[in-house]
């Protein structure tokens, strides 16, 4: 991409997700030239490739949706002034030349220049936290899954999930009225999931083992069968047969070289005020990358922290003027036929 003047874009938002979407959609409502670069084949981040068929409940206004479903409505929405969108690239470097604009160089050469960027890249490449035993890799994409897709595949079948945060408690939900049987064990012995889920679960045909691990597998032909169970406290082993296991250990941060441009960063996570500024001028961070005082984790902050760091990087591109508010009721029928006036 050469560095030709209708290059230059106001905005540039590094990670498709829902936070990247929704700011793609208020950035392009707000008159900036918008460009949106992901590094896997297609919008929507870990919702699609993850969850397709979670259904997610804690978005006002919608009372449940699957995954699938909200990633189609975001990257329409997304699309309504036609920003650029830029797939299977991974921003490694930045640069400021002299007269502020910056430069993004992708794993594959391609430059990119801009005003400001928006990090949006959710914890950057996600790489789920493998279950610690040395034959798991034998089963692995076979019947030991950390990212499950669809459920039907559990159809009739005894599961066994690994875990104890938010991802483990609503696999043993969605699957309870499923599977044959649902067994979860978790390390230690309160929950760090949302506490209506957990009680949900608890109340549930579910069978809950705490605080107990996964402590060896047994089977053939790269199919587990069978897996050991060890109570931490107590030492105890007992031995459960298996169709089917899930482990939600997290995911392990990867930003690649994002880490490295210089942003105040702590556990991982890149620093920003309340304008969801970073540390560089011009570089914003929303999303689950982004961390600030009282942060909300959820969806529902990324569309507000969206459209907080897109006010900030009109304000840092014309600073001289006054950012008047703006909502979607305001911008005409006739220019946008998606609104109402």
């Known amino acids: 991409m050469g560095n030709q003047p209708n290059d230059l874009h106001d905005v540039t938002i590094i990670g498709g997700g829902p936070a990247g979407l929704f700011s793609a959609f208020y950035s392009g409502m707000r008159e900036m030239k918008t460009k949106v670069i992901e590094y896997l084949p297609f919008l929507g981040g870990k919702v699609p490739y993850f969850y397709p068929e979670k259904i997610i409940r804690d978005i006002g206004g919608i009372p449940q949706i699957s995954g699938e479903k909200l990633t189609e409505q975001l990257v329409e929405q997304a699309m309504t002034f036609h920003p650029s969108v830029v797939l299977r690239e991974q921003c490694n470097e930045l640069e400021q030349l002299d007269d502020g604009t910056f430069v993004l160089t992708s794993d594959n050469g391609n430059r990119h220049f801009t005003r400001t960027v928006i990090l949006a890249t959710g914890f950057g490449t996600l790489k789920s936290v493998k279950l610690d035993l040395s034959n798991a890799y034998e089963f692995e994409g076979n019947n030991l899954r950390y990212s499950p897709k669809r459920l039907h595949q559990y159809k009739g079948k005894h599961v066994l999930i690994s875990g104890g945060g938010n991802s483990a408690v609503d696999w043993a ?13 978790y390390r230690k012995n309160d929950f760090s999931g949302i506490e209506s889920n957990v009680s949900k679960m608890k109340h549930s045909t579910v069978e809950v083992k705490t605080p107990y691990f996964i402590n060896g597998l047994a089977g053939e032909g790269g199919q587990v069968t069978q897996a050991e169970l060890k109570n931490v406290e107590t030492g105890e082993t007992e031995v459960l047969s298996v169709d089917e296991i899930i482990v939600n250990h997290g995911f392990e941060i990867d930003l690649g070289h994002i880490g490295q ?19 560089i001028p011009g570089v914003f961070a929303i999303g689950d990358i982004a961390d600030y005082q009282n942060k909300l984790p959820l969806i529902a902050g990324g569309f507000n922290e969206g459209p907080i760091a897109v006010n ?12 008047s508010h703006l909502f979607s009721t305001q911008v005409g029928a006739c220019h946008h036929p998606n609104f109402v006036e």
């Not at 939900?173 to 064990?185: D, G, P, R, S, Y």
């Not at 441009?261 to 540390?279: A, F, P, Y």
């Open 173 to 185: 939900n969605e699957l309870e009225a499923i599977a044959e049987q649902v067994t979860l064990v």
């Open 261 to 279: 441009w210089g942003m105040k960063m702590e556990n991982g996570s890149i620093q920003v005020n309340g304008k969801m500024e970073t540390s």
């Open 312 to 323: 900030s990087a009109k304000k840092y591109i014309h600073p001289d003027k006054e950012l």
